[in-house]
Protein backbone atom coordinates (compact mmCIF):
# COMPACT_ATOMS: atom_id res chain seq x y z
CA UNK A 1 0.00 0.00 0.00
CA UNK A 2 2.95 2.49 0.29
CA UNK A 3 6.03 2.92 -1.72
CA UNK A 4 8.77 5.03 -0.97
CA UNK A 5 11.46 5.40 -3.66
CA UNK A 6 14.86 7.64 -3.53
CA UNK A 7 17.05 8.86 -6.29
CA UNK A 8 19.76 11.24 -7.17
CA UNK A 9 22.90 9.43 -5.79
CA UNK A 10 26.09 9.24 -8.33
CA UNK A 11 29.24 9.26 -8.84
CA UNK A 12 31.18 12.97 -7.08
CA UNK A 13 34.64 13.80 -6.43
CA UNK A 14 35.65 14.51 -2.77
CA UNK A 15 34.73 18.16 -1.88
CA UNK A 16 30.78 18.05 -4.11
CA UNK A 17 27.75 18.02 -3.68
CA UNK A 18 24.66 15.67 -3.94
CA UNK A 19 20.85 16.00 -2.80
CA UNK A 20 18.99 12.95 -2.49
CA UNK A 21 14.87 12.39 -2.39
CA UNK A 22 13.01 10.76 -1.15
CA UNK A 23 9.25 10.87 -2.40
CA UNK A 24 6.51 8.26 -1.31
CA UNK A 25 3.49 7.24 -2.63
CA UNK A 26 0.32 4.57 -1.68
CA UNK A 27 -2.76 5.37 0.59
CA UNK A 28 -1.86 6.36 3.67
CA UNK A 29 -3.31 8.72 6.33
CA UNK A 30 -0.10 10.73 7.37
CA UNK A 31 3.87 10.07 7.18
CA UNK A 32 5.05 10.78 11.03
CA UNK A 33 9.19 11.23 11.08
CA UNK A 34 11.39 10.79 8.27
CA UNK A 35 15.02 9.61 8.06
CA UNK A 36 17.96 9.03 5.65
CA UNK A 37 20.07 6.08 6.82
CA UNK A 38 23.47 4.82 4.94
CA UNK A 39 25.15 1.29 5.00
CA UNK A 40 28.88 0.58 3.76
CA UNK A 41 30.04 -2.84 2.62
CA UNK A 42 30.46 -4.58 5.23
CA UNK A 43 29.02 -2.38 7.83
CA UNK A 44 26.58 -1.63 9.67
CA UNK A 45 23.32 0.49 8.70
CA UNK A 46 23.53 4.11 10.41
CA UNK A 47 21.52 6.84 11.12
CA UNK A 48 22.05 9.73 9.15
CA UNK A 49 19.92 12.41 9.68
CA UNK A 50 15.33 12.40 11.21
CA UNK A 51 12.97 14.88 10.77
CA UNK A 52 9.67 14.73 12.32
CA UNK A 53 6.42 15.89 10.95
CA UNK A 54 6.63 18.94 12.79
CA UNK A 55 10.47 19.76 11.17
CA UNK A 56 12.42 18.63 14.67
CA UNK A 57 15.56 17.45 13.25
CA UNK A 58 18.40 15.13 13.62
CA UNK A 59 21.59 14.04 12.61
CA UNK A 60 24.88 12.07 13.29
CA UNK A 61 27.58 13.84 14.36
CA UNK A 62 29.82 12.65 11.16
CA UNK A 63 27.22 14.96 8.96
CA UNK A 64 26.59 17.62 11.08
CA UNK A 65 27.93 21.25 9.53
CA UNK A 66 27.51 19.04 5.59
CA UNK A 67 24.51 17.68 5.33
CA UNK A 68 20.73 19.26 5.61
CA UNK A 69 17.44 16.96 5.63
CA UNK A 70 14.21 18.47 5.12
CA UNK A 71 10.67 17.94 3.86
CA UNK A 72 7.50 19.07 1.93
CA UNK A 73 4.76 17.57 3.62
CA UNK A 74 2.58 18.29 -0.01
CA UNK A 75 4.71 16.62 -1.85
CA UNK A 76 5.14 13.45 0.30
CA UNK A 77 8.52 13.84 0.14
CA UNK A 78 12.11 13.93 1.86
CA UNK A 79 15.53 15.77 1.05
CA UNK A 80 19.46 15.57 1.81
CA UNK A 81 21.47 17.82 0.56
CA UNK A 82 25.10 16.88 1.05
CA UNK A 83 27.78 19.08 0.62
CA UNK A 84 31.35 18.75 1.31
CA UNK A 85 31.46 14.99 0.48
CA UNK A 86 34.00 12.75 1.51
CA UNK A 87 35.60 9.14 0.45
CA UNK A 88 33.58 7.98 3.79
CA UNK A 89 30.72 9.18 3.29
CA UNK A 90 30.61 6.56 0.22
CA UNK A 91 27.25 3.85 0.87
CA UNK A 92 24.32 2.98 -0.31
CA UNK A 93 21.66 5.73 1.39
CA UNK A 94 18.31 4.33 2.16
CA UNK A 95 15.22 6.47 3.07
CA UNK A 96 12.60 5.38 5.85
CA UNK A 97 9.49 6.46 6.80
CA UNK A 98 6.55 6.55 9.59
CA UNK A 99 3.17 6.05 7.71
CA UNK A 100 -0.19 5.80 9.74
CA UNK A 101 -2.60 4.09 7.97
CA UNK A 102 -5.23 1.25 9.30
CA UNK A 103 -5.00 2.55 12.77
CA UNK A 104 -1.63 1.61 13.14
CA UNK A 105 1.83 3.32 12.74
CA UNK A 106 4.13 1.37 10.25
CA UNK A 107 7.41 1.34 9.08
CA UNK A 108 8.72 1.48 5.27
CA UNK A 109 11.93 1.89 3.37
CA UNK A 110 13.09 2.63 0.19
CA UNK A 111 15.02 0.73 -1.85
CA UNK A 112 18.47 2.82 -1.52
CA UNK A 113 20.39 4.74 -3.65
CA UNK A 114 24.25 4.66 -4.11
CA UNK A 115 26.60 7.33 -3.36
CA UNK A 116 30.04 7.00 -4.40
CA UNK A 117 32.91 9.61 -3.32
CA UNK A 118 36.27 9.48 -5.15
CA UNK A 119 39.46 11.02 -3.66
Known amino acids: QVQVVESGGGLVQAGGSLRLSCAAS????????MGWYRQAPGKQRELVAT???????TYADSVKGRFTISRDNAKNTVYLQMNSLKPEDTAVYYC?????????????WGQGTQVTVSS
Open 96 to 108: NGVFYYSGSYRDY
Open 51 to 57: ITRGGSI
Open 26 to 33: GIFFSINN
